[in-house]
C-alpha cells in the first residue's frame, strides 16, 4: 500500500542509526533467546529495514512505530528491562507496526544456520548421506519399540457396539430401501443426539 | 515422449499428482495416449532443496487464494489456505508417505453416523469391498510398508518416543506404517536413508511419488504428451452438451486449445471445482457438471492439529522420516467420545523456521521463544481425522480479486464443525497424555497448518442432485467429464487421502478403458 500522495513529505521518512538499535533491541525483547548472540538480531533487523525501503506503508508504520514506543517507553526504549520493555510491547502488539516487526521476525531469525546450531537442528542432510548412519535412532532414555504391526489378540473394534446404528454398516445386507444413506431428513433424526446440540 | 496435435481429439488429463499421475500412467500402459496438462514445472528429484523456505518456494502452489469463514487459517495465512505443490507429480512430490486404508464403515458416514446438524453426511456410491483389489494395487505401486511383503521402516527417535507413549497409554495399534517409502530397495528405488526432508521433496527417490514411478512409466510408453507450465482455465463443451477442449495458459502465457474426447481433471479439490466453475456457459450457467449445486461445496480438510511435547533429554526429531509412526486405536467411530468418526495419530517433525511459523502463529514473548529454545528436546505428532462435509464449506470464484492471468481466484470458507472441534479437542488430549506417559514437562497444542489433505468439493454420488460424479468418477452431467483426484471424496474418512485417490484412480482407468472400447463414453 502506497502512503497517499497527499503527504508526499511521508515519502521522504528514513530511519536513522539509532532506530536501527532500538529495532535491534525490540526483536531481542519480543524474541528472548539467553543463547543467541548479537548477530542474528541484526541480520534480522536488517531484513526488517530491507523490507521496509520497498514499501513506503511499511517504512512509515516503522519509522513513526519506533518514535512512539521511545515515547511510551518514557525515553529510550533500549534502557527498559526485559520485563518492563515486554509489558510496552504487550501494548502494540495489534498495531501494523508491530505485526511487520513480529511476521518478519518469525520468518527469518529462524532461517539461517547460525541460530540452528544453537538449537540442535542440524540443517541440509541429504549430502551427508542422511542420518542413516548419524544417529537417525540414536536416543538411549526410552526402551526399543515395536515397529511391526499389531499381532495380539484384540482387534480394533471400528465401530463402537455403542453406537446405535452400527448394525446397519456398511448396508450391504439391508434392502436398499431401508437404508438411509442421504442427507436429506430421514427416519433416523433421533441417533447421535449428542451431535444435534 | 510422443506430441499429440492441438486439433486431435485427446483424453486429456489436468494434473499430474496422486490421481492425474496414476490415470496418465495406467491409460497409457493399456495403450491409450494421452495428455496430460501441468499447471507447475517439471522439478526433478535432484533439483529438490533440503531447506524449508527454499523449498516451499520451489514446490508450493503460491498463486493467490483468498479465504473466509471461522477457521484459523483465514486469520493466521490468508491467502494460503493450502500447502500443495505446483509441479510434475503434484503434491505427491511432497507428502508425508502415510497410507491407511478407509474403514468399511467410512463409505457410509451418513447411515453409519446417523443424521448430525449441519452435517451435509452422504454415503458413498461405493464399499471398501468394491475398493479393496484396488487398495491392494495401489499398495503394491506405492510399496506400502507392512503390507504386501514390504518391510517396516525403523523406528526413528521421534517414533520411539511417540511407540512408548502409545504403549504406556494402552493402545496397541501403532507401527511405523503402512508408509510408501521403502525400507529396502523397491521397485527399482533404493531404500531410504532418513534424511529427514519430506515435505521438501524427496532426492533419494525412496518416496513413492508419481514423478518418480507414474510418470516416467508413462512416458515409457511412447504415449505420453506431458505439458508441464499448463494451466487449464476453462472445459468447452460441443452443442450437445460434451466436453470437446481444454482452453489453457502455456508457459509464456498465451492461451492454448487442445481439442478433447474425453477430459479428466485431478487438479487438487482447490483448483478443480474452480476449473468447473470458470467453465460456465449458457448451457452450463452454474458452472461445468454443477446441475446439483454441489461443485465447489463440502471443502473437507480433515480434523488436524499438532502437538509439539518437550523432554529433558534428546529427541532430535528431525532425524528420519517425517511421518513413519501411526497409532490407529482412535480411529474408530465411538460416539461416547463425543464425537463422530475417528482420527489416527502420525509422527510428525518440522525444522525450527516451520516451527516459528507454524507452532503457534501470532505468537511472541518467552512462551514462543521456549518452544524453539526446545528444540533439540522436542517430539512432535499430528493428529488427522475425519472432518464432516458441510454445504456452506465451500470453494467460489472471487469477483472482486483477480490473478496474473486476469482470472478470478479462488476463495475457500470453512467453518469448523462442533464435531471436528470436539474431535481436535479429544486429540489434543490424548496426545498430551502420551507424551506425559514417557516424562514430558511441557506441551504446545499447534492448531491446523494450511491443508494438506483438500476434499470433497465435486463429490461422489448414487443420486445426480446429492453429488457431481458417480460412483466411477464420471461427471453426472457431462458423459465425457472425469473427476480423478480427492475432489471426489464423498466424507473425507480418517486416513491420509493418497492411497485412496491412487486407488480410485486405478479403478477408474479400467472403467473408461472399458468404455472407450464398447462405445460406452
Same mark, same amino acid.
Given at each position: 500500500?502506497?502512503?497517499?500522495?497527499?503527504?508526499?513529505?511521508?515519502?521522504?521518512?528514513?530511519?536513522?542509526?539509532?532506530?536501527?538499535?532500538?529495532?535491534?533491541?525490540?526483536?531481542?525483547?519480543?524474541?528472548?533467546?539467553?543463547?543467541?548472540?548479537?548477530?542474528?538480531?541484526?541480520?534480522?533487523?536488517?531484513?526488517?529495514?530491507?523490507?521496509?525501503?520497498?514499501?513506503?506503508?511499511?517504512?512509515?508504520?516503522?519509522?513513526?512505530?519506533?518514535?512512539?514506543?521511545?515515547?511510551?517507553?518514557?525515553?529510550?526504549?533500549?534502557?527498559?528491562?526485559?520485563?518492563?520493555?515486554?509489558?510496552?510491547?504487550?501494548?502494540?502488539?495489534?498495531?501494523?507496526?508491530?505485526?511487520?516487526?513480529?511476521?518478519?521476525?518469525?520468518?527469518?531469525?529462524?532461517?539461517?544456520?547460525?541460530?540452528?546450531?544453537?538449537?540442535?537442528?542440524?540443517?541440509?542432510?541429504?549430502?551427508?548421506?542422511?542420518?542413516?548412519?548419524?544417529?537417525?535412532?540414536?536416543?538411549?532414555?526410552?526402551?526399543?519399540?515395536?515397529?511391526?504391526?499389531?499381532?495380539?489378540?484384540?482387534?480394533?473394534?471400528?465401530?463402537?457396539?455403542?453406537?446405535?446404528?452400527?448394525?446397519?454398516?456398511?448396508?450391504?445386507?439391508?434392502?436398499?430401501?431401508?437404508?438411509?444413506?442421504?442427507?436429506?431428513?430421514?427416519?433416523?433424526?433421533?441417533?447421535?443426539?449428542?451431535?444435534?446440540? | 515422449?510422443?506430441?499429440?496435435?492441438?486439433?486431435?481429439?485427446?483424453i486429456?488429463i489436468?494434473?499430474?499428482?496422486?490421481?492425474?499421475?496414476t490415470l496418465a500412467y495406467e491409460l497409457t500402459a493399456k495403450g491409450l495416449p494421452v495428455?496430460?496438462?501441468?499447471?507447475?514445472?517439471?522439478?526433478?528429484?535432484?533439483?529438490?532443496?533440503?531447506?524449508?523456505?527454499?523449498?516451499?518456494?520451489?514446490?508450493?502452489?503460491?498463486?493467490?487464494?483468498?479465504?473466509?469463514?471461522?477457521?484459523?487459517?483465514?486469520?493466521?495465512?490468508?491467502?494460503?489456505?493450502?500447502?500443495?505443490?505446483?509441479?510434475?507429480?503434484?503434491?505427491?512430490?511432497?507428502?508425508?508417505?502415510?497410507?491407511?486404508?478407509?474403514?468399511?464403515?467410512?463409505?457410509?458416514?451418513?447411515?453409519?453416523?446417523?443424521?448430525?446438524?449441519?452435517?451435509?453426511?452422504?454415503?458413498?456410491?461405493?464399499?471398501?469391498?468394491?475398493?479393496?483389489?484396488?487398495?491392494?494395487?495401489?499398495?503394491?505401486?506405492?510399496?506400502?510398508?507392512?503390507?504386501?511383503?514390504?518391510?517396516?521402516?525403523? =523406528?526413528?527417535?521421534?517414533?520411539? #518416543?511417540? $511407540? @512408548?507413549?502409545? %504403549?504406556?497409554?494402552?493402545?496397541?495399534?501403532? !507401527?511405523?506404517? &503402512?508408509?510408501?517409502?521403502?525400507?529396502?530397495?523397491?521397485?527399482?528405488?533404493?531404500?531410504?536413508?532418513?534424511?529427514?526432508?519430506?515435505?521438501?521433496?524427496?532426492?533419494?527417490?525412496?518416496?513413492?511419488?508419481?514423478?518418480?514411478?507414474?510418470?516416467?512409466?508413462?512416458?515409457?510408453t511412447?504415449l505420453?504428451?506431458?505439458?508441464?507450465?499448463?494451466?487449464?482455465?476453462?472445459?468447452?463443451?460441443?452443442?450437445?452438451?460434451?466436453?470437446?477442449?481444454?482452453?489453457?495458459?502455456?508457459?509464456?502465457?498465451?492461451?492454448?486449445?487442445? =481439442?478433447?474426447r474425453l477430459?479428466a #481433471?485431478? $487438479? @487438487?479439490?482447490? %483448483?478443480?471445482?474452480?476449473?468447473?466453475?470458470? !467453465?460456465?456457459? &449458457?448451457?452450463?450457467?452454474?458452472?461445468?457438471?454443477?446441475?446439483?449445486?454441489?461443485?465447489?461445496?463440502?471443502?473437507?480438510?480433515?480434523?488436524?492439529?499438532?502437538?509439539?511435547?518437550?523432554?529433558?533429554?534428546?529427541?532430535?526429531?528431525?532425524?528420519?522420516?517425517?511421518?513413519?509412526?501411526?497409532?490407529?486405536?482412535?480411529?474408530?467411530?465411538?460416539?461416547?467420545?463425543?464425537?463422530?468418526?475417528?482420527?489416527?495419530?502420525?509422527?510428525?517433525?518440522?525444522?525450527?523456521?516451520?516451527?516459528?511459523?507454524?507452532?503457534?502463529?501470532? =505468537?511472541?514473548?518467552?512462551?514462543?521463544?521456549?518452544?524453539?529454545?526446545?528444540?533439540?528436546?522436542?517430539?512432535?505428532?499430528?493428529?488427522?481425522?475425519?472432518?464432516?462435509?458441510?454445504?456452506?464449506?465451500?470453494?467460489?470464484?472471487?469477483?472482486?480479486?483477480?490473478?496474473?492471468?486476469?482470472?478470478?481466484?479462488?476463495?475457500?470458507?470453512?467453518?469448523?464443525?462442533?464435531?471436528?472441534?470436539?474431535?481436535?479437542?479429544?486429540?489434543?488430549?490424548?496426545?498430551?497424555?502420551?507424551?506425559?506417559?514417557?516424562?514430558?514437562?511441557?506441551?504446545?497444542?499447534?492448531?491446523?497448518?494450511?491443508?494438506?489433505?483438500?476434499?470433497?468439493?465435486?463429490?461422489?454420488?448414487?443420486?445426480?442432485?446429492?453429488?457431481?460424479?458417480?460412483?466411477w468418477g464420471r461427471?453426472?452431467?457431462?458423459?465425457?467429464?472425469f473427476?480423478s483426484?480427492?475432489?471426489?471424496?464423498?466424507?473425507?474418512?480418517?486416513?491420509?487421502?493418497?492411497?485412496?485417490?491412487?486407488?480410485?484412480a486405478i479403478r477408474q482407468a479400467e472403467y473408461i478403458a472399458d468404455q472407450l472400447k464398447t462405445g460406452g463414453i
Amino acid at each position: 500500500m502506497a502512503f497517499p500522495a497527499k503527504y508526499p513529505q511521508m515519502n521522504a521518512t528514513e530511519l536513522t542509526d539509532e532506530a536501527r538499535r532500538v529495532l535491534i533491541r525490540v526483536i531481542r525483547v519480543a524474541f528472548p533467546h539467553p543463547s543467541f548472540p548479537d548477530a542474528p538480531y541484526e541480520r534480522t533487523a536488517d531484513t526488517i529495514l530491507r523490507e521496509a525501503e520497498s514499501s513506503t506503508w511499511f517504512r512509515v508504520a516503522l519509522t513513526q512505530g519506533l518514535i512512539t514506543l521511545s515515547h511510551l517507553a518514557g525515553g529510550d526504549f533500549r534502557t527498559l528491562n526485559d520485563e518492563d520493555g515486554t509489558k510496552v510491547l504487550r501494548r502494540i502488539e495489534t498495531t501494523e507496526f508491530f505485526g511487520f516487526i513480529r511476521r518478519t521476525t518469525v520468518l527469518n531469525l529462524y532461517d539461517n544456520e547460525d541460530v540452528w546450531k544453537i538449537l540442535g537442528y542440524e540443517g541440509p542432510s541429504f549430502d551427508k548421506g542422511g542420518y542413516i548412519n548419524r544417529g537417525f535412532n540414536d536416543l538411549d532414555w526410552l526402551p526399543e519399540a515395536r515397529i511391526e504391526s499389531y499381532d495380539g489378540p484384540e482387534q480394533l473394534i471400528e465401530v463402537a457396539t455403542s453406537a446405535s446404528v452400527a448394525k446397519i454398516r456398511g448396508g450391504e445386507n439391508t434392502p436398499a430401501t431401508e437404508r438411509d444413506t442421504s442427507n436429506q431428513p430421514g427416519k433416523r433424526d433421533a441417533t447421535m443426539m449428542e451431535m444435534t446440540k | 515422449m510422443s506430441t499429440i496435435e492441438h486439433d486431435e481429439a485427446a483424453i486429456v488429463i489436468i494434473g499430474s499428482g496422486a490421481g492425474g499421475g496414476t490415470l496418465a500412467y495406467e491409460l497409457t500402459a493399456k495403450g491409450l495416449p494421452v495428455v496430460v496438462l501441468e499447471a507447475g514445472p517439471y522439478l526433478r528429484n535432484e533439483d529438490y532443496v533440503n531447506d524449508e523456505w527454499e523449498a516451499f518456494n520451489q514446490m508450493a502452489w503460491l498463486d493467490p487464494r483468498t479465504t473466509s469463514g471461522s477457521w484459523r487459517i483465514a486469520r493466521d495465512f490468508p491467502n494460503l489456505p493450502a500447502w500443495i505443490v505446483k509441479a510434475v507429480g503434484g503434491t505427491t512430490t511432497h507428502w508425508s508417505g502415510a497410507t491407511p486404508r478407509f474403514k468399511a464403515h467410512e463409505f457410509a458416514a451418513r447411515s453409519t453416523y446417523g443424521r448430525i446438524d449441519g452435517a451435509n453426511l452422504l454415503d458413498w456410491p461405493i464399499t471398501l469391498a468394491e475398493l479393496a483389489p484396488y487398495y491392494d494395487k495401489a499398495e503394491i505401486a506405492m510399496g506400502s510398508t507392512h503390507v504386501h511383503g514390504r518391510k517396516p521402516l525403523p =523406528a526413528n527417535n521421534n517414533y520411539t #518416543v511417540f $511407540a @512408548n507413549g502409545a %504403549e504406556r497409554l494402552g493402545y496397541k495399534f501403532y !507401527s511405523t506404517g &503402512p508408509y510408501a517409502t521403502n525400507a529396502e530397495e523397491y521397485d527399482g528405488r533404493p531404500a531410504s536413508i532418513q534424511d529427514g526432508f519430506n515435505f521438501q521433496g524427496d532426492k533419494n527417490k525412496s518416496k513413492w511419488s508419481t514423478l518418480v514411478r507414474e510418470i516416467p512409466r508413462a512416458e515409457a510408453t511412447g504415449l505420453l504428451d506431458l505439458r508441464p507450465d499448463s494451466h487449464a482455465v476453462q472445459i468447452t463443451h460441443d452443442a450437445s452438451g460434451r466436453a470437446d477442449a481444454v482452453l489453457y495458459l502455456d508457459k509464456d502465457g498465451n492461451l492454448q486449445r487442445q =481439442a478433447a474426447r474425453l477430459v479428466a #481433471v485431478a $487438479a @487438487n479439490s482447490i %483448483e478443480t471445482p474452480r476449473l468447473l466453475l470458470q !467453465s460456465a456457459s &449458457p448451457m452450463f450457467p452454474d458452472g461445468l457438471a454443477n446441475s446439483s449445486g454441489q461443485v465447489g461445496r463440502n471443502y473437507m480438510r480433515h480434523t488436524t492439529g499438532s502437538v509439539y511435547a518437550r523432554f529433558n533429554d534428546p529427541v532430535r526429531m528431525h532425524r528420519g522420516e517425517t511421518m513413519a509412526g501411526v497409532i490407529a486405536d482412535e480411529s474408530r467411530h465411538d460416539p461416547d467420545r463425543g464425537f463422530a468418526g475417528g482420527y489416527f495419530l502420525e509422527t510428525i517433525s518440522l525444522g525450527p523456521a516451520f516451527l516459528a511459523s507454524f507452532s503457534d502463529p501470532g =505468537a511472541w514473548g518467552r512462551g514462543f521463544t521456549e518452544i524453539l529454545e526446545a528444540y533439540a528436546n522436542t517430539a512432535g505428532l499430528w493428529i488427522v481425522g475425519e472432518d464432516l462435509p458441510q454445504e456452506s464449506n465451500r470453494v467460489t470464484l472471487n469477483t472482486t480479486l483477480s490473478d496474473k492471468n486476469g482470472l478470478p481466484v479462488p476463495n475457500v470458507h470453512f467453518d469448523d464443525h462442533a464435531n471436528d472441534i470436539a474431535m481436535r479437542e479429544h486429540g489434543y488430549a490424548q496426545a498430551e497424555l502420551l507424551y506425559e506417559a514417557v516424562g514430558s514437562v511441557g506441551a504446545q497444542r499447534t492448531p491446523p497448518y494450511p491443508s494438506t489433505h483438500n476434499m470433497g468439493t465435486s463429490r461422489m454420488s448414487a443420486r445426480s442432485e446429492d453429488g457431481v460424479v458417480d460412483k466411477w468418477g464420471r461427471a453426472h452431467d457431462v458423459p465425457n467429464l472425469f473427476i480423478s483426484d480427492g475432489s471426489v471424496f464423498t466424507t473425507s474418512a480418517a486416513a491420509n487421502p493418497t492411497l485412496t485417490i491412487v486407488a480410485l484412480a486405478i479403478r477408474q482407468a479400467e472403467y473408461i478403458a472399458d468404455q472407450l472400447k464398447t462405445g460406452g463414453i
